[in-house]
């Protein structure tokens, strides 16, 4: 008979599993006690959760939530951040965080349902974020304009400029 805490704990995570956006599976051993304080705060600061599972009721939770293929990253110690907004964002936190340490080490990622191996954690990290990409956008969407706004202004400039010369030239002739 299933323990009655395993259970909860697994729609718990069924729950987590179905909301985020982005799921980062890691490995964490190897870490001390003040290095994974020090993750869990950055991600706390950035709205993402991260907490240790075991691996069967992991298993168990992405059965419920029909994320097939999960189970070749659920060996070994597994840390899980859950991201409900920025898919992206515990890879920057992580990336940010293995620059002093070697550790934790991304097994696989979950993105809006989509599965990835931890292989393409640096290409996930290294994104933009939303609004980086809505600034580069912007910009992007403006240059024409600007070019359209000189390239008819440049014309009357020219005329303006050509008439003034005229009139100085028939000035000085007097």
Do not use: C
Not at 18 to 44: H, M, W
Request: proline share 5%.
């Amino acid at each position: 008979m299933p323990n009655p805490k395993n259970i909860k704990h697994v729609d718990e995570l069924t729950d987590k599993l179905g909301r985020a956006k982005g799921v980062y599976l890691t490995d964490y051993i190897g870490l001390n006690v003040q290095d994974i304080t020090d993750l869990r705060r950055e991600f706390y600061v950035n709205n993402v959760e991260y907490l240790v599972a075991k691996n069967t009721l992991l298993k168990l939770a992405a059965d419920n939530t029909d994320l097939n293929g999960l189970d070749a990253f659920l060996s070994g110690s597994t840390a899980v951040a859950f991201s409900y907004e920025d898919p992206t964002a515990p890879a920057r936190i992580i990336k940010k965080f293995t620059k002093d340490n070697d550790l934790p080490k991304v097994k696989g990622i979950v993105i809006d349902g989509s599965i990835i191996d931890g292989s393409e954690f640096d290409r996930i990290a290294n994104l933009p974020t939303k609004d980086e990409s809505l600034v580069k956008l912007v910009a992007l969407l403006q240059s024409p304009l600007i070019k359209l706004i000189w390239g008819l202004k440049s014309p009357m400039s020219d005329m303006t400029n050509m008439l003034n010369n005229l009139k100085e030239k028939e000035s000085n002739k007097d």
